[in-house]
């Protein structure tokens, strides 16, 4: 969610399509889990601590892939400055999180979709760079398999609509499994971004994918992203409607 994420040069930035076949063609198993209900920001925070967690200790589990939506809230990346805040980060409009990813300030809210992912890169390729580019290609992919026309802007991270910006990325990393991930503005309201400086671009304005196909709702939308993520990421999927209980178990201790 910021120009140069970890020191690392965005590209390439090819406006089309890459390759979509999977970058090491091998198939990894992996848990999409797609809550139904809003999900607050820290439960979805602990699942991924928690998963990466077991990642680290035990390299043969499955991956994990979370599509939600959040209620309103605010994330500030552990690089970011409260220069771009247009609240008092002591008493903010929505709850606040400074949070282990890189980038600025973003703002979450229903009409989103967030997705976050803990993958292995020693499964695909130990590249950051190489990571986030496959991020912006999904969300490529998504944004043409919709008739619209996406595209990337040299210096940034991120996807655009004709200068709007309608998905941010930001990701952390350690020991190369990976956490946090991307949000698209599917049909939310956009006013909450008002309050900061989104992903610290004073010259970028956000957007929404609804303006452009109006109804178009998260629903429409969430299918066409587990398929991209599946597909670009060789992902064997086991699906579930909601996030397995050992895992609430964990994530409440």
């Not at 398999?145 to 802007?153: A, E, Q, T, V």
């Not at 629903?219 to 597909?231: A, F, H, M, N, Y």
Request: charged share 20%.
């Amino acid at each position: 969610m910021d120009k140069q994420l970890h020191g690392i040069t965005p590209g390439p930035f090819h406006t089309g399509k890459l390759d979509k076949t999977c970058p090491l063609g091998n198939i990894s198993q992996a848990f999409i889990l797609e809550p139904r209900d809003l999900v607050p920001f820290q439960t979805a925070w602990d699942w991924q601590k928690y998963w990466q967690k077991n990642l680290l200790t035990r390299g043969d589990l499955p991956q994990a892939v979370w599509l939600l939506q959040h209620p309103n809230c605010y994330t500030l990346g552990r690089g970011g400055s409260e220069m771009n805040l247009r609240f008092d980060p002591n008493n903010p409009p929505s709850d606040l999180y400074r949070i282990n990813r890189g980038g600025e300030v973003t703002h979450h809210l229903p009409g989103q979709l967030v997705v976050y992912l803990v993958l292995d890169l020693r499964r695909y390729r130990t590249d950051l760079n190489w990571y986030l580019r496959q991020l912006e290609q999904v969300l490529i992919d998504v944004l043409y398999g919709l008739g619209l026309s996406p595209k990337r802007i040299h210096g940034y991270t991120g996807v655009w609509l004709d200068g709007f910006k309608v998905a941010s990325i930001g990701v952390g990393c350690r020991r190369w499994i990976t956490q946090h991930g991307f949000a698209l503005n599917v049909d939310c309201d956009l006013n909450g971004f008002s309050e900061i400086v989104p992903c610290g671009l004073r010259e970028v304005s956000v957007g929404k994918l609804d303006t452009w196909i109006p109804g178009l709702t998260v629903k429409d939308v969430q299918p066409l992203i587990r398929s991209c993520l599946t597909e670009r990421f060789g992902l064997k999927s086991t699906k579930e409607s909601c996030v397995p209980k050992f895992l609430e178990i964990e994530t409440d201790n």
